[in-house]
């Protein structure tokens, strides 16, 4: 079993940063591929980023490219989400997502274990 807990979120103006934090219980972090999804209003809930267990294989949904960097720390079992040149459009509630499995992956029913969210918000 994996509790996530989700940080970081706030209000921020368009073109600004935030660091999004998902701690992690269990002794077994490191052997999980990590993930975060976001929800916006009236959307449904869409991949934005996903690490390996070793930190080596990332992937991005296209709409995040070159702005989003995933990264994790075993050492802490903590996974982070560094957002720069935030826009309107990322406003969402982001969640944090676990699985035990070798290869990451972008779909919802690929991982088992959800945080509760965390709400983002972009002003213009």
């Not at 701690?23 to 972090?29: K, M, V």
């Not at 070159?66 to 560094?82: E, H, P």
């Not at 992956?105 to 965390?118: A, I, M």
């Amino acid at each position: 079993q994996v509790q996530l807990v989700e940080s970081g979120g706030g209000l921020v103006q368009a073109g600004g940063s935030l660091r999004l934090s998902c701690a992690a219980s269990g002794r077994t972090f490191s052997t999980y591929v990590m993930g975060w999804f976001r929800q916006a209003p009236g959307k449904e809930r869409e991949f934005v980023a996903g690490i390996s267990w070793s930190g080596s294989s990332t992937k991005y949904a296209d709409s995040v490219k070159g702005r989003f960097t995933i990264s994790r720390d075993n050492a802490k079992n903590t996974v982070y989400l560094q957002m720069n040149s935030l826009k309107p459009e990322d406003t969402a509630v982001y969640y944090c997502a676990a699985d035990r499995r070798v290869t990451v992956v972008t779909s919802q029913p690929g991982y088992e274990y959800w945080g509760q969210g965390t709400q983002v918000t972009v002003s213009s």
